[in-house]
């Protein structure tokens, strides 16, 4: 015998609706190229635990600025400075009193092949290769970093002729993978995992050779109403993003 289906009522029809996950929104972010492992963990947790998509985009700071300044359509930027989002901010393209640091990154001399790179750096003054790797320092704060650490320990000049840039500290990680650079100074978040190396050698160059890495997030003026934007930076700032990001070696 067929049953009958009771008519939903109107509260019963809005409780369905408001629990569809088509109120579920996406947020389109720019993402630094040396936070791409932690935010593809953070970004599935945050759809889990909130319905909402995170679509991310990884690139260059310098290389999103210039996007962003274009009209290019995010609503939220992680940057790898702090100086990237302040600009935008003094531009009017953000929403003010959103900034803030989401990490503060390290750098470290990394090499593919175990026990190339000591445990002092001295690698870089025994100068035994023929490729060092950096991000572009013209669009990479990591790059700057890297140059600067560089100039700090008196070898920049030395080493100049053996530098290779990467657009990114992805493609400087890449040209050192696949060994078109014996060693490169890239994210430690990039070769660590739960305090430790994964693969290679390296050497965590000291905080007192760069200026610090202060990794700022910004709401931007296109996701003033977005709520997943929102979220996500409400997000960034729990206990479960953190602890996602402090594996990967960052620091607060």
């Given at each position: 015998?067929?049953?009958?289906?009771?008519?939903?009522?109107?509260?019963?029809?809005?409780?369905?609706?408001?629990?569809?996950?088509?109120?579920?929104?996406?947020?389109?972010?720019?993402?630094?190229?040396?936070?791409?492992?932690?935010?593809?963990?953070?970004?599935?947790?945050?759809?889990?635990?909130?319905?909402?998509?995170?679509?991310?985009?990884?690139?260059?700071?310098?290389?999103?600025?210039?996007?962003?300044?274009?009209?290019?359509?995010?609503?939220?930027?992680?940057?790898?400075?702090?100086?990237?989002?302040?600009?935008?901010?003094?531009?009017?393209?953000?929403?003010?009193?959103?900034?803030?640091?989401?990490?503060?990154?390290?750098?470290?001399?990394?090499?593919?092949?175990?026990?190339?790179?000591?445990?002092?750096?001295?690698?870089?003054?025994?100068?035994?290769?023929?490729?060092l790797a950096i991000a572009n320092p013209k669009t990479a704060p990591y790059g700057t970093a890297a140059v600067e650490a560089m100039k700090k320990l008196g070898?920049?000049?030395?080493?100049?002729?053996?530098?290779?840039?990467?657009?990114?500290?992805?493609?400087?990680?890449?040209?050192?993978?696949?060994?078109?650079?014996?060693?490169?100074?890239?994210?430690?978040?990039?070769?660590?995992?739960?305090?430790?190396?994964?693969?290679?050698?390296?050497?965590?160059?000291?905080?007192?050779?760069?200026?610090?890495?202060?990794?700022?997030?910004?709401?931007?003026?296109?996701?003033?109403?977005?709520?997943?934007?929102?979220?996500?930076?409400?997000?960034?700032?729990?206990?479960?993003?953190?602890?996602?990001?402090?594996?990967?070696?960052?620091?607060?």
């Open positions: 015998m067929q049953m009958k289906r009771k008519a939903l009522t109107p509260l019963a029809l809005g409780l369905m609706l408001l629990a569809a996950p088509a109120l579920a929104a996406e947020v389109q972010v720019a993402v630094a190229a040396n936070f791409a492992g932690p935010m593809q963990k953070i970004a599935a947790e945050f759809a889990h635990d909130t319905g909402h998509k995170a679509l991310v985009s990884i690139g260059a700071t310098g290389a999103f600025y210039a996007q962003i300044r274009n009209g290019a359509p995010f609503q939220v930027f992680l940057s790898a400075d702090d100086e990237t989002p302040a600009k935008l901010e003094n531009e009017g393209r953000t929403v003010k009193g959103s900034r803030f640091t989401y990490a503060i990154g390290k750098l470290v001399l990394w090499s593919a092949k175990p026990g190339f790179v000591d445990g002092n750096g001295e690698v870089l003054k025994q100068g035994h290769f023929n490729h070898l920049y000049s030395g080493l100049e002729a053996k530098l290779v840039q990467g657009e990114n500290i992805a493609q400087t990680q890449q040209f050192v993978a696949s060994g078109n650079a014996e060693l490169g100074f890239v994210a430690l978040s990039q070769v660590w995992k739960d305090g430790r190396v994964v693969s290679g050698s390296a050497w965590p160059v000291p905080a007192t050779l760069y200026t610090p890495i202060r990794q700022d997030a910004v709401l931007l003026a296109s996701g003033r109403d977005d709520p997943a934007a929102h979220a996500l930076l409400d997000y960034l700032k729990g206990d479960k993003a953190r602890a996602i990001i402090r594996s990967y070696g960052y620091a607060f």
